[in-house]
Protein backbone atom coordinates (compact mmCIF):
# COMPACT_ATOMS: atom_id res chain seq x y z
CA UNK A 1 0.00 0.00 0.00
CA UNK A 2 0.96 3.00 -1.05
CA UNK A 3 0.51 5.69 2.11
CA UNK A 4 1.49 9.62 1.10
CA UNK A 5 2.31 11.48 4.40
CA UNK A 6 1.58 15.62 3.73
CA UNK A 7 3.86 17.36 5.37
CA UNK A 8 3.43 21.58 5.73
CA UNK A 9 5.22 24.14 7.41
CA UNK A 10 5.08 24.38 10.82
CA UNK A 11 3.75 20.44 11.23
CA UNK A 12 3.53 19.20 14.90
CA UNK A 13 6.87 17.39 14.73
CA UNK A 14 5.69 14.33 17.24
CA UNK A 15 2.59 14.20 14.68
CA UNK A 16 4.98 13.04 11.54
CA UNK A 17 7.11 11.02 13.54
CA UNK A 18 4.61 8.82 14.73
CA UNK A 19 3.32 8.01 11.53
CA UNK A 20 6.75 7.08 10.18
CA UNK A 21 7.91 4.87 13.61
CA UNK A 22 4.59 3.15 13.44
CA UNK A 23 5.00 2.23 9.87
CA UNK A 24 8.32 1.52 10.07
CA UNK A 25 7.74 -0.96 12.75
CA UNK A 26 4.81 -2.61 11.16
CA UNK A 27 7.05 -3.28 7.75
CA UNK A 28 9.56 -4.68 10.02
CA UNK A 29 7.10 -6.82 11.75
CA UNK A 30 5.57 -7.80 8.41
CA UNK A 31 9.04 -8.81 7.14
CA UNK A 32 9.42 -11.17 10.41
CA UNK A 33 6.39 -12.72 10.70
CA UNK A 34 6.30 -13.62 6.75
CA UNK A 35 3.14 -10.89 5.85
CA UNK A 36 5.36 -9.12 3.18
CA UNK A 37 2.15 -8.28 1.24
CA UNK A 38 1.13 -6.02 4.19
CA UNK A 39 4.03 -3.74 3.86
CA UNK A 40 3.54 -0.12 3.33
CA UNK A 41 5.28 2.66 0.79
CA UNK A 42 5.35 5.85 2.93
CA UNK A 43 6.10 9.15 1.41
CA UNK A 44 6.65 12.10 2.70
CA UNK A 45 5.41 14.65 0.21
CA UNK A 46 5.63 18.39 0.63
CA UNK A 47 3.95 21.42 -1.07
CA UNK A 48 7.31 22.95 -1.43
CA UNK A 49 10.81 22.21 -1.69
CA UNK A 50 11.80 22.87 1.76
CA UNK A 51 9.54 21.96 4.49
CA UNK A 52 10.25 22.93 8.19
CA UNK A 53 8.31 21.87 11.29
CA UNK A 54 6.86 23.50 14.35
CA UNK A 55 10.32 22.98 16.07
CA UNK A 56 12.07 24.61 13.65
CA UNK A 57 13.95 20.86 12.06
CA UNK A 58 13.74 21.11 7.94
CA UNK A 59 11.80 17.50 6.52
CA UNK A 60 13.00 15.63 3.49
CA UNK A 61 9.79 16.02 0.96
CA UNK A 62 9.37 14.83 -2.61
CA UNK A 63 7.53 17.70 -4.25
CA UNK A 64 3.12 16.55 -4.96
CA UNK A 65 3.62 17.13 -8.06
CA UNK A 66 6.24 14.36 -8.82
CA UNK A 67 4.22 11.13 -7.65
CA UNK A 68 1.54 9.27 -8.46
CA UNK A 69 -1.61 9.04 -6.97
CA UNK A 70 -1.17 7.35 -3.74
CA UNK A 71 -3.65 4.34 -2.31
CA UNK A 72 -4.01 6.47 1.02
CA UNK A 73 -2.52 10.41 1.60
CA UNK A 74 -2.59 11.56 5.11
CA UNK A 75 -2.61 15.08 6.40
CA UNK A 76 -0.09 15.81 9.61
CA UNK A 77 -1.54 18.23 12.14
CA UNK A 78 -0.15 21.55 11.85
CA UNK A 79 1.69 22.81 14.58
CA UNK A 80 -1.33 26.05 15.50
CA UNK A 81 -3.12 25.36 18.68
CA UNK A 82 -5.22 28.20 19.02
CA UNK A 83 -7.92 28.88 17.00
CA UNK A 84 -6.57 32.22 15.48
CA UNK A 85 -3.41 30.04 14.70
CA UNK A 86 -5.32 27.75 12.86
CA UNK A 87 -7.21 30.23 10.84
CA UNK A 88 -3.80 32.09 9.50
CA UNK A 89 -2.59 28.23 8.58
CA UNK A 90 -5.63 27.38 6.69
CA UNK A 91 -5.12 30.98 4.64
CA UNK A 92 -1.52 30.45 3.81
CA UNK A 93 -0.72 29.57 -0.02
CA UNK A 94 0.95 25.88 0.61
CA UNK A 95 -1.91 24.77 2.69
CA UNK A 96 -4.34 25.82 -0.18
CA UNK A 97 -2.08 23.94 -2.40
CA UNK A 98 -2.43 20.46 -0.45
CA UNK A 99 -6.01 21.01 -0.47
CA UNK A 100 -5.89 21.21 -3.94
CA UNK A 101 -3.87 17.85 -4.31
CA UNK A 102 -5.65 15.68 -1.29
CA UNK A 103 -8.83 16.82 -4.21
CA UNK A 104 -7.41 16.03 -6.55
CA UNK A 105 -6.16 11.74 -5.80
CA UNK A 106 -9.43 12.00 -4.00
CA UNK A 107 -10.86 11.64 -7.47
CA UNK A 108 -9.19 9.22 -8.21
CA UNK A 109 -10.28 7.16 -5.50
CA UNK A 110 -7.03 8.04 -2.67
CA UNK A 111 -8.37 7.47 1.05
CA UNK A 112 -7.63 10.54 2.39
CA UNK A 113 -6.96 10.76 6.06
CA UNK A 114 -5.96 13.66 8.82
CA UNK A 115 -5.73 13.75 12.71
CA UNK A 116 -6.15 16.61 15.08
CA UNK A 117 -5.06 20.25 13.43
CA UNK A 118 -4.84 18.56 10.00
CA UNK A 119 -8.60 17.55 9.57
CA UNK A 120 -9.32 21.47 8.70
CA UNK A 121 -7.04 21.12 5.98
CA UNK A 122 -8.63 18.27 4.85
CA UNK A 123 -12.34 19.72 6.04
CA UNK A 124 -11.43 22.73 4.30
CA UNK A 125 -11.61 21.20 0.64
CA UNK A 126 -15.14 20.72 1.17
CA UNK A 127 -14.74 17.13 0.97
CA UNK A 128 -16.01 15.67 4.32
CA UNK A 129 -18.96 17.64 3.62
CA UNK A 130 -21.92 15.30 4.54
CA UNK A 131 -19.82 13.12 6.19
CA UNK A 132 -18.82 12.02 9.86
CA UNK A 133 -15.35 13.48 11.46
CA UNK A 134 -13.69 14.01 14.34
CA UNK A 135 -10.69 16.90 15.71
CA UNK A 136 -8.62 17.38 18.36
CA UNK A 137 -11.47 18.42 21.18
CA UNK A 138 -10.35 21.69 21.88
CA UNK A 139 -10.81 23.27 18.43
CA UNK A 140 -14.21 21.86 18.31
CA UNK A 141 -16.14 24.70 18.36
CA UNK A 142 -13.96 26.20 15.47
CA UNK A 143 -14.37 23.10 13.72
CA UNK A 144 -18.43 23.41 13.76
CA UNK A 145 -18.21 27.13 12.99
CA UNK A 146 -15.88 26.62 9.43
CA UNK A 147 -18.06 23.50 8.44
CA UNK A 148 -21.22 23.27 9.83
CA UNK A 149 -22.03 20.55 6.97
CA UNK A 150 -19.91 17.83 8.47
CA UNK A 151 -20.89 15.91 11.16
CA UNK A 152 -18.63 16.02 13.95
CA UNK A 153 -18.43 13.92 16.61
CA UNK A 154 -15.01 15.13 18.58
CA UNK A 155 -15.28 12.58 21.12
CA UNK A 156 -14.31 9.69 19.10
CA UNK A 157 -10.52 8.79 18.87
CA UNK A 158 -11.17 7.87 14.85
CA UNK A 159 -13.93 8.76 13.15
CA UNK A 160 -14.44 6.84 9.47
CA UNK A 161 -16.15 6.56 6.40
CA UNK A 162 -15.48 4.40 3.37
CA UNK A 163 -13.60 7.13 1.72
CA UNK A 164 -12.02 9.40 4.45
CA UNK A 165 -10.61 8.68 7.85
CA UNK A 166 -9.89 11.20 10.70
CA UNK A 167 -7.92 11.50 14.34
CA UNK A 168 -8.33 13.24 17.52
CA UNK A 169 -5.99 15.50 19.22
CA UNK A 170 -2.40 15.24 18.77
CA UNK A 171 -1.41 11.18 19.92
CA UNK A 172 -4.40 10.02 17.90
CA UNK A 173 -2.08 10.24 14.86
CA UNK A 174 -0.75 6.65 16.69
CA UNK A 175 -4.87 5.15 16.29
CA UNK A 176 -4.88 6.76 13.06
CA UNK A 177 -2.17 4.64 11.32
CA UNK A 178 -3.14 1.29 13.55
CA UNK A 179 -6.43 2.06 12.11
CA UNK A 180 -4.90 2.04 8.84
CA UNK A 181 -2.53 -1.04 9.23
CA UNK A 182 -5.81 -2.76 10.37
CA UNK A 183 -7.44 -2.82 7.21
CA UNK A 184 -4.92 -4.42 5.71
CA UNK A 185 -3.98 -6.98 8.57
CA UNK A 186 -6.08 -6.87 11.82
CA UNK A 187 -3.47 -9.64 13.07
CA UNK A 188 -0.68 -6.89 12.36
CA UNK A 189 -2.03 -4.51 14.18
CA UNK A 190 -2.41 -6.65 16.76
CA UNK A 191 0.88 -7.34 17.07
CA UNK A 192 2.14 -3.71 16.13
CA UNK A 193 0.31 -2.65 18.84
CA UNK A 194 1.54 -4.59 21.47
CA UNK A 195 5.26 -3.71 20.58
CA UNK A 196 4.40 -0.40 20.86
CA UNK A 197 2.78 -0.40 24.33
CA UNK A 198 -0.51 0.88 22.63
CA UNK A 199 -4.19 0.47 24.47
CA UNK A 200 -7.23 0.35 22.62
CA UNK A 201 -9.06 3.79 22.92
CA UNK A 202 -12.37 4.23 21.11
CA UNK A 203 -13.16 8.15 22.90
CA UNK A 204 -11.21 11.32 23.60
CA UNK A 205 -13.98 11.79 26.26
CA UNK A 206 -11.45 10.82 28.94
CA UNK A 207 -8.82 13.20 28.06
CA UNK A 208 -11.07 16.25 26.90
CA UNK A 209 -11.57 19.16 29.41
CA UNK A 210 -15.04 20.79 29.08
CA UNK A 211 -13.58 24.33 30.22
CA UNK A 212 -10.80 24.11 28.29
CA UNK A 213 -13.06 24.24 24.94
CA UNK A 214 -11.72 26.61 22.80
CA UNK A 215 -14.82 29.45 21.69
CA UNK A 216 -15.16 33.09 21.46
CA UNK A 217 -18.80 32.57 22.46
CA UNK A 218 -20.15 34.84 25.57
CA UNK A 219 -23.73 33.56 25.31
CA UNK A 220 -21.77 30.08 26.08
CA UNK A 221 -19.33 31.59 28.71
CA UNK A 222 -21.91 33.03 30.57
CA UNK A 223 -23.63 29.83 30.49
CA UNK A 224 -20.69 28.31 31.79
CA UNK A 225 -19.95 30.42 34.68
CA UNK A 226 -23.91 29.92 36.01
CA UNK A 227 -23.00 26.33 35.63
CA UNK A 228 -19.83 26.01 37.88
CA UNK A 229 -21.62 27.47 41.01
CA UNK A 230 -24.39 25.31 40.70
CA UNK A 231 -23.22 21.89 40.13
CA UNK A 232 -24.14 20.33 43.43
CA UNK A 233 -27.75 22.14 43.06
CA UNK A 234 -29.10 20.96 40.43
CA UNK A 235 -29.88 21.69 36.67
CA UNK A 236 -32.70 24.07 35.38
CA UNK A 237 -32.84 25.12 31.76
CA UNK A 238 -34.87 28.29 32.62
CA UNK A 239 -32.16 29.63 35.68
CA UNK A 240 -29.59 28.84 33.62
CA UNK A 241 -31.23 30.97 30.78
CA UNK A 242 -31.91 33.86 32.91
CA UNK A 243 -28.67 34.17 34.17
CA UNK A 244 -27.10 33.52 30.84
CA UNK A 245 -29.42 36.47 29.48
CA UNK A 246 -31.55 35.07 27.20
CA UNK A 247 -34.53 32.42 26.72
CA UNK A 248 -34.22 28.52 26.79
CA UNK A 249 -34.80 28.05 23.42
CA UNK A 250 -31.61 30.76 22.21
CA UNK A 251 -29.49 29.04 24.74
CA UNK A 252 -30.17 25.56 23.50
CA UNK A 253 -29.55 26.50 20.20
CA UNK A 254 -26.09 28.33 21.06
CA UNK A 255 -24.98 25.50 22.85
CA UNK A 256 -25.61 23.12 20.18
CA UNK A 257 -24.20 25.35 17.28
CA UNK A 258 -21.01 26.33 19.27
CA UNK A 259 -20.43 23.01 21.06
CA UNK A 260 -22.56 20.72 19.58
CA UNK A 261 -24.40 19.55 23.13
CA UNK A 262 -27.91 20.51 25.06
CA UNK A 263 -27.12 22.77 27.84
CA UNK A 264 -28.00 19.85 30.24
CA UNK A 265 -25.20 17.76 28.80
CA UNK A 266 -22.92 20.17 28.97
CA UNK A 267 -23.95 20.76 32.53
CA UNK A 268 -23.04 16.92 32.83
CA UNK A 269 -19.66 16.77 31.60
CA UNK A 270 -18.69 19.90 33.71
CA UNK A 271 -20.17 17.75 36.88
CA UNK A 272 -17.95 14.36 35.36
CA UNK A 273 -15.10 17.12 34.59
CA UNK A 274 -15.54 18.15 39.04
CA UNK A 275 -15.64 14.40 39.85
CA UNK A 276 -12.63 13.36 37.94
CA UNK A 277 -10.69 15.88 39.57
CA UNK A 278 -12.12 15.32 43.03
CA UNK A 279 -11.24 11.57 42.36
CA UNK A 280 -7.60 12.31 41.25
CA UNK A 281 -6.69 14.65 44.01
CA UNK A 282 -8.16 13.97 47.44
CA UNK A 283 -8.93 10.30 48.83
CA UNK A 284 -12.72 11.07 49.44
CA UNK A 285 -15.33 8.43 48.94
CA UNK A 286 -17.36 8.39 46.07
CA UNK A 287 -20.36 9.25 48.10
CA UNK A 288 -19.61 12.20 49.10
CA UNK A 289 -18.25 13.50 45.76
CA UNK A 290 -21.59 12.45 44.10
CA UNK A 291 -23.26 15.16 46.51
CA UNK A 292 -20.35 17.44 45.71
CA UNK A 293 -21.50 17.20 42.21
CA UNK A 294 -25.25 17.05 42.25
CA UNK A 295 -26.06 13.37 42.61
CA UNK A 296 -27.91 11.46 44.98
CA UNK A 297 -26.17 8.71 45.46
CA UNK A 298 -22.63 6.38 44.14
CA UNK A 299 -23.99 4.25 42.21
CA UNK A 300 -25.52 7.16 39.67
CA UNK A 301 -22.54 8.73 39.48
CA UNK A 302 -20.32 5.75 38.78
CA UNK A 303 -22.53 4.99 35.88
CA UNK A 304 -22.11 8.30 34.64
CA UNK A 305 -18.63 8.09 34.50
CA UNK A 306 -18.56 5.06 32.77
CA UNK A 307 -20.84 5.83 30.09
CA UNK A 308 -18.83 9.52 29.69
CA UNK A 309 -15.88 8.55 29.89
CA UNK A 310 -15.86 4.60 29.47
CA UNK A 311 -13.75 3.87 32.52
CA UNK A 312 -14.58 2.63 35.87
CA UNK A 313 -13.95 4.72 39.16
CA UNK A 314 -10.40 2.44 40.10
CA UNK A 315 -9.20 3.25 36.20
CA UNK A 316 -9.42 6.61 37.27
CA UNK A 317 -8.52 7.23 40.95
CA UNK A 318 -5.02 5.62 39.44
CA UNK A 319 -4.95 7.95 35.95
CA UNK A 320 -2.81 10.97 36.14
CA UNK A 321 -4.59 11.94 32.78
Known amino acids: MRIHLVALDGLFDTGLATLLDVFTAV ?15 VTVVGMRKVVKTGQGLTVPVVPAGRLSRPDVAVVVALGAKRPEDVRAALSRPDVQD ?4 IAAWSKGGTLLGAACTGTFVLAATGLLDGERATTTWWLAPLFRELHPRVTLEESRMVAFSSRF ?21 PSLAALAARYLLMDDRASQAAYAIPGQTAHEDELVARFERWARKRLALGFSLEEAASAAGTSPRTLA ?12 SYFQDLRVERAVHLLRSKDTSLERIAGEVGYADAATLRALLRRKLGRGVRELRASTG
Not at 98 to 101: F, I, T, V, Y
Not at 173 to 184: K, Y
Request: overall charge positive; aromatic content about 4%; cysteine-free.
Open 27 to 41: NDLAEATGKRSARFE
Open 98 to 101: AGDA
Open 165 to 185: VTAGAALAHLDLALWLVRRVS
Open 253 to 264: RRLDAVLGKSPL
